[in-house]
Structures are given as structure tokens and as C-alpha cells.
């Protein structure tokens, strides 16, 4: 069974950045597409980011031109580098295996943004 653990998160000021990490374990990694998810207190869970397996990638409009989503398949990692944030950004954040989150959910990695 595949595990995701996401890393990263925290508190940051309004226009300010931070990188986060979801670690996958598995050794199918590299054929998969993966994606980042975010979830706002009493909101729903909604795709925010995605990278194909070879590279190509996809996002939401609300984070488009501020995230950007990579891949490093030697260390079975896809990353999200958040830039220019804002307070509306505070979510916990997940990844997943494509758009369509087939495995289990890990435990998310809280971000919070200050105004």
C-alpha cells in the first residue's frame, strides 16, 4: 500500500513563500501522475496542482502563475513551491496519485497565512 506523507507547511506572512514536500513510498512512482489537494477549514477538498509522469503539468485557476508542482522520481517526491501567498491560501494541503486522489489520504501539512 502506497503512503503519502507531506511536509512543509506553516505560518507565513501574506506575500511570503514556502515549499512543500510529499514523500510517496512504492516503487511505481515515476509511471504515476501525482497532485496536490488543499482543504479550508469547512470546505470541501479541492485540486489545486498536477504533473503528469513525464512532466507535464496543470492547475487550478486560483493558484495559477504562483505554484508551481515538480517531481523528483529518483527520491519519489513531487514538490509544490507556493509563492506570493495569500490569506485565502490557508488550507491543509495533501497530495495524491493524479486528479482523482485513488490512494488513502496522508495526514496534510497545515499552511497559514497572516494578513
Known amino acids: 500500500q502506497v503512503q503519502l506523507v507531506e511536509s512543509g507547511g506553516g505560518l507565513v506572512q501574506a506575500g511570503g513563500s514556502l515549499r512543500l514536500s510529499c514523500a510517496a513510498s512504492?516503487?511505481?512512482?515515476?509511471?504515476?501522475?501525482m497532485g496536490w489537494f488543499r482543504q479550508a477549514p469547512g470546505k470541501r477538498r479541492d485540486f489545486i496542482a498536477s504533473?503528469?509522469?513525464?512532466?507535464?503539468?496543470n492547475y487550478a485557476d486560483s493558484v495559477k502563475g504562483r505554484f508551481t508542482i515538480s517531481r523528483d522520481n529518483a527520491k519519489n517526491t513531487v514538490y509544490l513551491q507556493m509563492n506570493s501567498l495569500k490569506p485565502e491560501d490557508t488550507a491543509v494541503y495533501y497530495c495524491?496519485?493524479?486528479?482523482?486522489?485513488?490512494?488513502?489520504w496522508g495526514q496534510g501539512t497545515q499552511v497559514t497565512v497572516s494578513s
Open positions: 504533473i503528469t509522469s513525464d512532466g507535464s503539468t
Open positions: 495524491n496519485r493524479g486528479v482523482v486522489a485513488s490512494l488513502p
Open positions: 512504492g516503487s511505481n512512482f515515476r509511471f504515476n501522475a
